[in-house]
């Protein structure tokens, strides 16, 4: 097992790998990795790409324990200036499932500039659809 506390501050070292890498393993770790979920949050903002993907990857392994991640994902996905972000802000907002996401899964899925995201979002939003009629059931 991972030493998550070493993990969650691997997530503030300078060196862009070492980051990286971290964030991979933290996405592999599923919910096991909910303690990382306010670190997670931060690195949505970053200035690097890949790393706000490999967050949003992250934070959609973690599931429904990542809910705290929702208001900050969904910003990304209606915002962040890049594509590839947003789609992965929608499936990881899917996977996490919960009502509050909706609007914003809405939104994209109809108004975003880009196929990928507005297909994305949709899916993701069916997904979310699909978690409710089972919690009902």
């Not at 996905?77 to 914003?104: F, K, M, T, Y």
Request: aromatic share 2%; no cysteine.
């Amino acid at each position: 097992m991972a030493d998550l506390p070493k993990l969650i501050a691997g997530l503030k070292n300078q060196d862009w790998q070492e980051r990286f890498d971290t964030i991979f393993i933290l996405a592999q770790m599923g919910g096991m990795g909910k303690a990382a979920v306010p670190a997670l949050i931060s690195v949505l903002t970053d200035v690097d790409m890949l790393l706000r993907k490999m967050a949003a990857v992250a934070l959609g392994a973690i599931g429904p324990d990542a809910r705290p991640a929702v208001p900050a994902l969904t910003d990304v996905l209606l915002h962040d200036e890049e594509p590839s972000v947003r789609r992965l802000a929608a499936v990881a907002l899917g996977q996490i499932g919960v009502q509050e996401a909706l609007p914003a899964m809405e939104q994209a899925s109809e108004e975003d500039e880009d196929d990928d995201v507005r297909e994305t979002a949709a899916e993701a939003l069916a997904e979310i659809e699909t978690l409710r009629t089972r919690a009902a059931a």
